[in-house]
């Protein structure tokens, strides 16, 4: 006959809670204790097979970083074993993708069994080891656990067997306000960015709307004496000495080789990307080249796929080759200046865009191309458009990126509050209150 095992002294299980020093991975307020999760906090075995439509399911996709539970679906679209949950409980995504997306119900209801299921003991707040959820070495710690090949899973036993800094329960009360109302001040900052900086998109097309309508230029028309009517509207091909695209087979690339191949992926409005660029042998490129002779200055226009439409200027002096979902538009430089076609472009880009045909490839024909109606004013007003499209939209793009590191800095921010709370630096810890190892000894006892 198997032995019966014996229940486990307090001492016991007292050491099985206490994270030994040599892995605890900072100092922290003398009053607080190092503790495995799984000793404060457990995991909801609750499962469910009811497919009522009045059942409230969340899925993977309903859980969003940052974010939370961000929406809920019926579980009578789901027809297998689901985990039950129940309001307050931490829903946690265990899939890879999904390690930083987790949230407290606010309803009770069924999830993935992708999702676990966590619920606090007397001696933790849900809301702290929520939070507790986003520290870093916490996410460092379940990425480096979690097991598979194709779909990595992090476990149960793996998150509550991470180290948990405990503090006194009403020190915890006291962090969850300070954290709350430290990223409630965030929050109301970066929300004030992101309003700035939904703006930049507005200001921009405004400039341009200007610069294409004659407003811009107004004043330097009438310095100059150039009339109002100089403008003329022409099609793309009457102002261009070449329209064109690259290849239409689709020849070997790789990592190496003797020139540069260009797709749409590497065509951005701010310029030629080239940190995944690939390259052509040296025969291959000699073939594309003599249909799509790419020079300094020339416009290329994604013409194929979701990015239709984008147009830039070529600044490379290298020979490249290109694929056919870029266009080659090259002006003739006594009509219409190259920078000026390519604003042009981008800025008409959503109605350009209404020509567009095909179903699984949509693209933009070269005849559509050539067909583009472009309102010409001379030369000299070209210039200066292009000058001043040049100087403002630089201002516009120094000023979102100030904004953009602002909001960078908030979020910064927020993972240093969370840091420090952890560690018992944000000023709330009361050296005076009772240690949280006596408690955790005290529930040991009466269980």
Request: net charge neutral; proline share 3%; hydrophobic share 40%.
């Amino acid at each position: 006959m198997p032995k019966k095992k014996t229940a486990l002294t307090i001492e016991e299980r007292l050491q099985q809670a206490l994270v030994p020093a040599e892995e605890q991975p900072y100092e922290v307020p003398e009053n607080w204790v190092w503790v495995r999760l799984g000793a404060v906090c457990y995991a909801s075995k609750e499962k469910s097979n009811d497919f009522s439509n009045e059942i409230k399911y969340i899925g993977l996709e309903h859980l969003e970083k940052d974010k939370g539970i961000v929406g809920f679906s019926s579980a009578d679209k789901v027809k297998s074993t689901k985990n039950a949950f129940q309001e307050g409980q931490i829903l946690y995504g265990r899939l890879r993708p999904y390690l930083n997306k987790h949230d407290i119900a606010s309803f009770s209801g069924v999830c993935s069994t992708d999702i676990l299921v966590f619920e606090a003991s007397v001696l933790v707040a849900n809301v702290l080891v929520d939070k507790f959820f986003n520290l870093p070495f916490f996410i460092e710690y379940v990425v480096a656990n979690s097991k598979g090949i194709n779909l990595p899973r992090v476990s149960e036993k793996t998150i509550l067997n991470t180290t948990f800094p405990l503090p006194p329960l009403s020190e915890q009360q006291r962090i969850v306000e300070r954290i709350e109302e430290l990223f409630a001040k965030l929050d109301e900052a970066k929300e004030r960015l992101q309003e700035v900086a939904e703006r930049f998109a507005v200001r921009k097309a405004a400039i341009l709307h200007k610069a294409f309508t004659g407003e811009l230029t107004k004043q330097w028309r009438r310095e100059n004496g150039v009339s109002d009517e100089s403008w003329e509207e022409k099609k793309l091909e009457e102002v261009c000495s070449k329209i064109t695209d690259g290849t239409h087979n689709s020849p070997t690339n790789s990592l190496s080789g003797e020139y540069m191949y260009v797709t749409a992926k590497n065509i951005k409005d701010t310029g030629i990307d080239l940190s995944n660029i690939t390259y052509v042998t040296k025969e291959v490129h000699k073939e594309i080249y003599s249909r799509c002779d790419v020079i300094y200055g020339d416009v290329l226009y994604i013409k194929d796929g979701a990015t239709a439409g984008i147009a830039t200027i070529n600044t490379l002096k290298e020979e490249f080759s290109m694929l056919s979902s870029v266009a080659l538009i090259r002006t003739d430089l006594k009509l219409a200046k190259n920078e000026f076609v390519k604003d042009y472009l981008n800025y008409r880009k959503k109605e350009i865009l209404k020509n567009i045909s095909g179903s699984a490839i949509t693209r933009l024909t070269l005849s559509k191309i050539k067909d583009i109606l472009v309102p010409l004013p001379t030369l000299p007003e070209q210039h200066e458009i292009v000058r001043l499209i040049d100087d403002l939209l630089a201002r516009e793009r120094s000023a979102q990126q100030a904004t953009e590191q602002a909001l960078a800095s908030i979020d910064l921010m927020k993972k240093s509050i969370l840091a420090r709370a952890f560690r018992g630096e944000l000023g709330t810890n009361k050296a005076s209150e009772a240690s949280a190892l006596e408690l955790l000894k005290q529930v040991l006892a009466e269980n």
